[in-house]
């Protein structure tokens, strides 16, 4: 069964410190994947997408991909009290076009 | 452009009615997704519709469940005798085409409760 595992937390970091978020999934044939952010009572945005080895930086965020190892990571920089969310990992698997996602992490930001 | 829309935002039903769920895509966007999520629960696939192929129907939990896209534009989500386990937030996604790299956007969802 493919699976996409994330930590469900919540992970709580101080403001201005680095959120490190990670993803691992079981099938090997996976070729991109997405890190969407859902706040409470909200439908899950499409934050980064990474498709190749190595990290893919966008402001303050870094996802690091790790095929390998069949981890995925997102870095948040300088948290802020706003990025408090759950953070979804998900990835086509199977050979299909249709992305399976984790339960998500909970992210705590407190000031 | 306008986002997905979905409708109603609530719905509040008693167990063994039936109910309606729609999902308006973004404009040009030819695949358009169904997923369900249960309190603290990650998204449930449940249906997949691109262009005029068939739908892929593999994540509907039961035949109580059905789904329709007209036009290839508008869809309807349908829970024939509802039980209270169907009670969830059913959120609806579209992508420009069905690429392993298309970004999927979602509508707000719509909350339903069985009572």
């Known amino acids: 069964q493919k699976e996409v595992e994330q930590n469900s937390g919540p992970l709580s970091v101080p403001e201005g410190a680095i959120a490190s978020l990670n993803c691992t999934y079981s099938?090997?044939?996976?070729?991109?994947f997405f890190w969407y952010r859902q706040y409470s009572g909200k439908s899950p945005e499409l934050i980064m997408s990474?498709?190749?080895?190595g990290d893919k930086e966008d402001g303050r965020f870094t996802a690091q991909l790790n095929k390998a190892s069949q981890y995925v990571s997102l870095l948040i920089r300088d948290s802020q009290p706003s990025d408090s969310a759950t953070y979804l990992c998900a990835h086509p698997s199977g050979g299909s076009y249709i992305p399976t996602f984790g339960r998500g992490t909970s992210l705590i930001v407190h000031p | 452009g306008a986002g997905v829309s979905q409708s109603p935002s609530n719905k509040v039903t008693e167990k063994g009615k039936d109910v309606e769920l729609r999902c308006d895509p973004i404009s040009g966007h030819t695949a358009l997704y169904w997923y369900r999520q249960s309190l603290g629960q990650g998204l449930e696939f449940l249906i997949y519709?691109?262009?005029?192929?068939?739908?892929?129907k593999s994540g509907l939990p039961s035949d109580r469940f059905s789904a329709e896209r007209t036009g290839g534009s508008v869809s309807t989500l349908t829970i024939q005798r509802t039980q209270q386990e169907d009670s969830a937030v059913y959120l609806c996604?579209?992508?420009?085409?069905?690429?392993?790299?298309?970004?999927?956007?979602f509508g707000p969802g719509t909350r339903l409760t069985v009572l």
């Open positions: 099938d090997r044939g996976s070729q991109s």
């Open positions: 990474i498709y190749s080895n």
């Open positions: 996604a579209s992508s420009l085409t069905s690429g392993r790299e298309d970004t999927q956007y």
């Open positions: 519709f691109q262009g005029n192929s068939a739908p892929d």
